[in-house]
């Protein structure tokens, strides 16, 4: 099979979706599918090469909220000029880097239904809604900056209603985000799936004690520490504030374990309040982590805690799973039910050090193997196969 991923996070660097379209590509791969991926990157910097997949690359927005009217333009007309010599048999798109493919093909759909563009059918895949988080941080009063209210978001909805218009089939990360589209963007419920982000089981496993101690070691963690993982983008609705104010309520051999990069003013936010309670000390903060290197921070850790105000399916999570430690978490709900993933009831400070000094003290088990054999990307890849069938027979 021929298949055109559409990705706007394509490594490196490895923030954002950027790990979940890379092993999608790498998992399909393997089934021996000839992949081209459109993807904006900074230059001379993508991973290694994978076989069987062609890189078209673009230069990456060059001021924030501009991909519409930049980066993405400049892929649209690429790609009209590519598929004049190419004929994929799938487009797989992520994301809001094809708004005018999408508005293009809702178009040709409308007004042209018998054009050679519509014989490919189009899967859109998506890993949250716009108007969701949107909804979510106004009832939850959390500040939007003009250029995201105004400019960013509006177009980011508008890429989505133009994506369901266009599609023939649609992925979502979780039951909540497929909700949001149908009750948004009136989606056909019949043309959505659910398909949780995966995990590489290669890379995130357990480790030995003596690596384990090794690593710490090298972190400043000492081996009576106790440690608390938060990892992913450091950005206000996932409430790591929430976390570093727990600290001041559990014993000072606790530490909190920060890896990702951040807003700049929330990273500050961070740091204030970590003076504020006199818990600086108890801080580590990395920062930005290259992918290939993140399992070592589950590995370090006795509990990986996200108390987040809501997520759409953080891969985050099933690599912590996959470490064999366990996981509290909050702002959605995994499809499977997995020992050693606790759900925190509310977030005040105070609760979450309570429970989370229970499981650490407690050492639940986790079951490492139900999640290698659900989450592992080779499987996802399978079922996403599912999806590419429907599509290519109901695409018109």
């Known amino acids: 099979m021929k298949i055109l991923r559409i990705i706007y996070d394509w490594p490196k660097p490895w923030s954002g979706l950027a790990p979940h379209p890379y092993e999608i590509t790498v998992a399909q791969s393997k089934l021996g599918h000839e992949i081209d991926v459109f993807g904006a990157k900074w230059p001379k910097s993508g991973p290694e090469e994978i076989q069987g997949v062609k890189l078209h690359t673009f230069m990456r927005e060059p001021f924030q909220a501009t991909l519409f009217f930049t980066t993405a333009v400049s892929m649209f007309f ?3 000029r590519w598929r004049a010599k190419n004929t ?28 050679d563009e519509l014989k490919v059918p189009l899967v859109v895949h998506f890993h949250k809604t716009a108007m969701g988080r949107w909804k979510k941080l106004e009832e939850d009063k959390i500040e939007i900056s003009p250029l995201s209210k105004y400019i960013q978001w509006p177009l980011e909805v508008k890429a989505e209603k133009w994506s369901i218009d266009a599609g023939a089939a649609f992925v979502f990360v979780s039951e909540e985000v ?8 009136g989606a056909d419920p019949k043309k959505c799936f ?18 384990r101690d090794k690593s710490r070691n090298e972190l400043g963690v000492d081996i009576y520490d106790k440690v608390i ?9 996932k409430n790591i504030h929430l976390l570093v104010e727990s600290l001041k309520y559990l014993p000072i051999n606790y530490k909190l374990l920060l890896v990702g990069p951040g807003d700049a003013s929330y990273i500050e936010k961070l740091t204030m309040a970590a003076k504020k309670d006199n ?14 290197e993140v399992p070592i921070a589950y590995q370090v850790s006795d509990l990986f805690v996200l108390p987040s105000s809501w997520e759409g399916s953080p891969k985050v999570v099933t690599q912590g799973l996959a470490c064999g430690i366990p996981c509290l978490v909050s702002g959605f709900k995994l499809g499977e039910n997995i020992d050693g993933l606790f759900y925190l009831e509310n977030l005040e400070p105070k609760y979450i050090a309570e429970i989370s000094q229970q499981l650490i003290e407690a050492k639940p088990p986790v079951d490492t193997h139900k999640v290698k054999l659900i989450y592992s990307w080779d499987q996802r890849v399978r079922l996403l196969e599912e999806v590419y069938e429907f599509a290519k027979e109901n695409y018109l």
């Open 194 to 211: 659910v398909l949780e982000s995966g995990v590489n089981t290669d890379i995130f496993g357990s480790i030995g004690q003596e690596e």
């Open 279 to 292: 818990v600086e000390d108890r801080v580590i903060m990395v920062g930005y982590t290259p992918y290939p």
């Open 88 to 115: 994929p048999d799938i487009i797989h798109s992520h994301g809001h880097f094809a708004i005018w493919l999408y508005l293009y093909r809702a178009i040709l759909k409308k007004h042209f239904p018998w054009s």
């Open 178 to 185: 497929k909700k949001e589209a149908i009750e948004y963007y």
């Open 78 to 80: 690429y790609y009209k």
């Open 229 to 237: 993982l938060n990892h992913g983008m450091m950005v206000e609705r």
